[in-house]
């Protein structure tokens, strides 16, 4: 939380200074009118004349406050967005595959929002809303001090109010915030199987679908039910208070215990101060979404970052798997393996389904808590995983194919003008898919308009540009024919000449092309 003060502190300074100017420029027109009417009611011109340029002056401020408020959005916005999805790009590999991206990309975005909308609405407008209530209670005091006591007390009543409503909100929307993100990440992945979707009458769909769909509005409605029936209660509260303060007024104006003008002046002040008074209401809700969210980084995605080493490496001369063992969640997996491999070793990694061949390779790259393994001599659990993993490149069949241009696919957030495209478009494994398609044809989603065999040899084009020493090659050939598999396996090898490779297959048929077999057991 005070991270987040500190981060936005400049903007904060700014949009309270401007806030602050609007706050007295706003109490300051119902001040003025006090001397607008003189005796026998003459109108004071100069007065309303200046009436009309604080009014005027407070609508620019507010429109170019509205400009400010936007950019700092976009800033904002994309900075936090960064660093949720940084935090979930540090998360244990297990604990992300069980918590989902699907969901957590839109917990995030929600998370985002709501510390947007506590920074640049609640923080700063509680100082002139409080500004502006005392004001107008120093003016209604003038007129009568029964029905300054009134407002007063209307000020706890909804602040104390609203923070028990709130209490028990903030528990309900930790609930909605779940079932939404589950329930909506359930229908996109429903939907993502056009083909099943497609051929699928919607009564079908329907029965899927329905209870995901049920569990999000139901989610939403005991919220908004719960929310808006309690805060009514306080919102008629106001409204009855209001009303009644003008029947008072006219009483009075009746019996001759005050003037018209006082009619005027509070007719112009009570919005002034219910509206200011109604924005704790707001202030309350953000500050309660704000807690929720904060929360959820604290309680469940914190707890969840990986571990780190300190040691860095710029290269990898050796792998060492001694008697390893790998854990995941309460299963263990024990190896009774004792290799070393160097540069140059095309290790065939073989054994039976099941036996934890894709677990162990996986392991190189530290994605679970492992011991056995070493790097240049070196545990594996010392090592600094950005160091690590920036000298590994794992490819598996599951690897996904991205919903841009090939050459995006290809590069894979690398800068583009660093990669030599004329090496990579005479490769053979490419060659093929760039006889039908350019390098800036976009890809649809799943890769539906390209084969099987198409998008498999973009996903493995990646590896050519990469500077690594070690490669895992993880079924990568399983949906591609002998004749593009030797192809394929013929570049690579080229290629990796100089690397430690990996390459998992069920197809025995691999192993010629390979010098040395890692049977795992």
């Known amino acids: 939380m005070d991270g987040l003060f500190k981060e936005n502190k400049k903007f904060l300074i700014i949009t309270f200074i401007f806030t602050l100017i609007t706050a007295l420029l706003t109490v300051s027109v119902p001040l003025l009118l006090t001397t607008v009417f003189g005796e026998n009611y003459n109108i004071n011109k100069s007065t309303l004349l200046l009436v009309i340029i604080f009014m005027f002056i407070t609508y620019i401020i507010q429109i170019v406050m509205v400009y400010i408020r936007e950019h700092f959005a976009y800033a904002f916005n994309v900075s936090h967005t960064h660093k949720m999805y940084r935090l979930m790009?540090?998360?244990?590999?297990?604990?992300?595959?069980?918590?989902?991206?699907?969901?957590?990309?839109?917990?995030?975005?929600?998370?985002?929002?709501?510390?947007?909308?506590?920074?640049?609405?609640?923080?700063?407008?509680?100082?002139?809303?409080?500004?502006?209530?005392?004001?107008?209670?120093a003016i209604i005091l003038k007129i009568n001090i029964w029905l300054a006591v009134i407002l007063f007390l209307l000020i706890p009543v909804n602040y104390f109010g609203y923070k028990l409503i709130n209490k028990k909100l903030m528990k309900k929307s930790k609930v909605m915030q779940q079932q939404t993100s589950t329930g909506y990440k359930?229908?996109?992945?429903?939907?993502?199987?056009?083909?099943?979707v497609k051929q699928t009458s919607y009564d079908r769909i329907e029965n899927l679908i329905r209870p995901s769909v049920h569990r999000v509005f139901h989610s939403m409605k005991e919220v908004n039910k719960f929310a808006q029936s309690t805060s009514l209660l306080i919102k008629l509260l106001n409204s009855f208070v209001q009303n009644m303060m003008y029947f008072v007024l006219a009483y009075f104006i009746y019996?001759?215990?005050?003037?018209?003008?006082?009619?005027?002046?509070?007719?112009?002040?009570?919005?002034?101060?219910?509206?200011?008074?109604?924005?704790?209401?707001?202030?309350?809700?953000?500050?309660?979404?704000?807690?929720?969210?904060?929360?959820?980084?604290?309680?469940?995605?914190?707890?969840?970052?990986?571990?780190?080493?300190?040691?860095?490496?710029?290269?990898?001369?050796?792998?060492?798997?001694?008697?390893?063992?790998?854990?995941?969640?309460?299963?263990?997996?024990?190896?009774?393996?004792?290799?070393?491999?160097?540069?140059?070793?095309?290790?065939?990694?073989?054994?039976?389904?099941?036996?934890?061949?894709?677990?162990?390779?996986?392991?190189?790259?530290?994605?679970?808590?492992?011991?056995?393994?070493?790097?240049?001599?070196?545990?594996?659990?010392?090592?600094?995983?950005?160091?690590?993993?920036?000298?590994?490149?794992?490819?598996?069949?599951?690897?996904?194919?991205?919903?841009?241009?090939?050459k995006q696919n290809i590069a894979f957030g690398k800068d583009e003008n660093a990669i030599d495209w004329d090496m990579m478009s005479g490769l053979d494994v490419i060659q093929s898919v760039l006889a039908h398609h350019n390098l800036d044809e976009v890809i649809y989603e799943k890769g539906t308009n390209f084969s099987g065999g198409e998008k498999q040899r973009?996903?493995?084009?990646?590896?050519?540009?990469?500077?690594?020493?070690?490669?895992?090659?993880?079924?990568?050939?399983?949906?591609?024919?002998?004749?593009?598999?030797?192809?394929?396996?013929?570049?690579?090898?080229?290629?990796?000449?100089?690397k430690i490779v990996f390459i998992i297959s069920h197809d025995p048929g691999v192993e010629r092309f390979t010098n040395r077999t890692l049977k795992v057991r």
Do not use: W
């Open 458 to 498: 973009i996903m493995i084009s990646r590896l050519f540009h990469e500077q690594v020493d070690c490669v895992i090659l993880d079924e990568v050939t399983s949906n591609i024919d002998k004749e593009s598999q030797h192809i394929i396996f013929d570049s690579i090898l080229k290629y990796c000449h100089d």
């Open 89 to 137: 790009h540090k998360m244990n590999y297990d604990d992300l595959l069980q918590k989902e991206p699907t969901y957590l990309i839109d917990r995030f975005a929600m998370i985002v929002n709501s510390f947007y909308m506590f920074i640049a609405n609640s923080v700063t407008s509680l100082m002139s809303n409080i500004i502006i209530l005392f004001v107008c209670l």
């Open 255 to 406: 019996t001759g215990q005050t003037e018209v003008s006082a009619l005027v002046i509070v007719s112009i002040v009570l919005p002034i101060y219910f509206v200011s008074l109604q924005a704790f209401t707001s202030i309350n809700l953000e500050f309660r979404d704000m807690q929720v969210s904060n929360d959820f980084i604290t309680d469940e995605i914190y707890p969840s970052v990986e571990r780190d080493g300190q040691k860095s490496i710029d290269r990898i001369d050796t792998i060492t798997i001694k008697n390893a063992i790998v854990e995941i969640g309460e299963r263990i997996f024990q190896y009774d393996v004792n290799e070393t491999f160097s540069k140059g070793d095309i290790v065939f990694v073989t054994g039976t389904s099941g036996s934890g061949k894709s677990t162990l390779m996986k392991s190189l790259l530290k994605y679970r808590k492992c011991s056995g393994l070493k790097i240049n001599d070196q545990n594996i659990t010392d090592l600094n995983n950005q160091s690590l993993r920036e000298q590994i490149y794992y490819l598996s069949q599951d690897s996904s194919i991205l919903p841009v241009s090939i």
């Open 186 to 196: 359930e229908i996109i992945g429903i939907f993502n199987n056009v083909d099943m």
